[in-house]
């Protein structure tokens, strides 16, 4: 009785394999979530391109330095990244300085001894990159190569000789300043200062000699404007010369400002080729990396 109970009758429906095996071998259907990722791909470069572009804009950007008129502070082939946000936003801070803004918008004041790029007058159209110096309503004069503010001589005060090593960045700027190391290295020797603004920003300087940029008229910066010049005092076309395309920068407004530098983020020495991947480091100056303002 309890084999007839578990042994199937003939009465018992019996599944096919011929069915089982059409079920099986069936292809799925394609899932709408598969549908959806493939579809989403170009927004997500749509999205992917709009932060990128967010954050250039007004977060952090980076910028190289091709000159040596920030020397002792900023070197040829120097990487850095500059903060947009602390003097506000204008159309020189979106890409290709769209004019989306009309005017600047979140303004704020520049302090004395800020290193600042920034849209060069007249054209308006090149990054430079120098130091603040004055301030709206401030005089500014050079002296004897001395400078100073508001009639007080901004304290200069001797210190080592800037050295640097020639590279394929770097050529000594005259004969009289060209040297060779103990270990053979050829270098440049530069007179070097410390100059202390008022509120107490301190960096150095070079002087090379006397120039006719020592001596200056005295000028006063208008509202909405500050007097810039680079730390190589004798090697920067800046705000001591009238605004000339190519030349100097004359008194810079501060729509033009695009950020405050902050970190330098790579340095190479110029010897690197791109198809020679070893000398990407060889090239590489990892004693600045990370040098702040």
């Not at 952090?60 to 020397?71: A, G, T, V």
């Not at 600042?116 to 990054?127: E, H, L, T």
């Not at 509120?199 to 007097?227: E, I, M």
Request: aromatic share 10%.
């Amino acid at each position: 009785m309890t084999a007839a109970m578990t042994e199937p009758s003939e009465n018992t429906p019996q599944s096919s394999p011929t069915a089982t095996s059409a079920v099986q071998d069936a292809p799925a259907p394609p899932t709408k979530k598969k549908e959806r990722k493939e579809d989403s791909f170009p927004v997500f470069v749509i999205k992917l391109v709009l932060i990128v572009a967010f954050f250039r804009s007004f977060v952090f950007s980076p910028f190289n330095i091709p000159s040596e008129s920030m020397l002792p502070r900023l070197e040829n082939g120097d990487y850095l990244l500059a903060a947009k946000w602390p003097y506000g936003f204008s159309s020189y801070s979106l890409p290709f300085s769209l004019p989306l803004l009309p005017s600047r918008i979140m303004a704020g004041q520049p302090k004395r001894g800020d290193v600042v790029i920034f849209k060069a007058p007249p054209g308006n159209d090149v990054d430079y990159i120098k130091r603040v110096i004055g301030l709206p309503g401030d005089t500014v004069q050079m002296i004897g190569g001395q400078l100073h503010l508001n009639g007080v001589a901004v304290p200069k005060v001797k210190v080592a000789d800037f050295v640097i090593r020639v590279s394929a960045n770097t050529s000594c700027i005259a004969p009289e300043f060209e040297a060779v190391e103990p270990n053979g290295i050829q270098s440049c020797h530069y007179p070097q200062y410390r100059e202390t603004l008022p509120g107490g920003k301190s960096y150095n300087v070079l002087d090379l000699g006397y120039r006719p940029q020592d001596d200056t008229p005295p000028v006063v910066v208008p509202a909405g404007h500050v007097f810039l010049m680079g730390d190589n005092r004798d090697n920067s076309m800046d705000s001591r010369f009238p605004a000339v395309e190519g030349g100097g920068i004359g008194l810079v407004p501060q729509d033009n400002l695009i950020g405050r530098a902050t970190i330098v983020m790579w340095s190479t020495d110029g010897s690197a080729n791109w198809f020679l991947p070893w000398t990407w480091f060889s090239a590489l100056r990892a004693d600045r990396i990370g040098g702040t303002f």
